[in-house]
């Protein structure tokens, strides 16, 4: 009698124990669809090795929603209406020191980039509001800057939303491109 109740006891114990575990098991998140992608300025900076001294002036985090076939800008982003420049949380950019952008002095700091999507023209937006999802809690009223900048059509459309950097005198272009879709923000540093 006395070894059933050693063994009864040891199977509730380590039955317990298995189950304590299988509750605190991490559980992690799928892939998501839209990958987090990170840009700079110069587009060497984070690859650099140290004795090649190049720092970075601006990072963009974003993440990067596909065509998969879709119409994209009018249909699937609206015009007229505020996006969050790529998908999931608001893109962000961090600028290593001060910059202009159509003619305003921008601060070394973190903003949140939004944009206003239109046939024609964009509007892109710098906003000091961070760490939101989408545009769904956008607060114009912290916007820190808005320019207008012209569309480009593309020949061919390109699957993944990308941002790049082209070199210019004395700053950058800011190069959004998706679907048939590409605009241009200019960044000037003094």
Request: charged share 25%.
């Amino acid at each position: 009698m006395k070894h059933i109740f050693i063994v009864v006891f040891a199977l509730l114990y380590f039955g317990a124990q298995g189950q304590e575990a299988a509750q605190t098991e991490p559980k992690f998140a799928n892939a998501d669809s839209s990958p987090a992608d990170i840009v700079y300025f110069p587009l060497n900076a984070a690859k650099a090795k140290e004795e090649e001294l190049v720092k970075p002036k601006i990072k963009i985090v974003y993440s990067r929603p596909q065509k998969k076939g879709r119409e994209i800008f009018g249909v699937l982003e609206q015009f007229g209406k505020v996006w969050r420049f790529g998908a999931n949380e608001s893109t962000e950019i961090r600028f290593y020191d001060k910059v202009v952008i159509g003619g305003k002095k921008i601060k070394a700091g973190t903003y949140s980039i939004f944009a206003i999507p239109n046939k024609d023209t964009w509007t892109i937006i710098l906003n000091s509001e961070t760490d939101k999802w989408g545009a769904f809690s956008y607060d114009q009223t912290k916007d820190i800057i808005r320019i207008n900048v012209p569309v480009k059509t593309l020949a061919k459309p390109i699957e993944f939303f990308s941002i790049t950097f082209i070199p210019k005198e004395n700053g950058t272009g800011l190069i959004a491109a998706w679907d048939k879709t590409q605009v241009e923000l200019p960044i000037s540093f003094k």
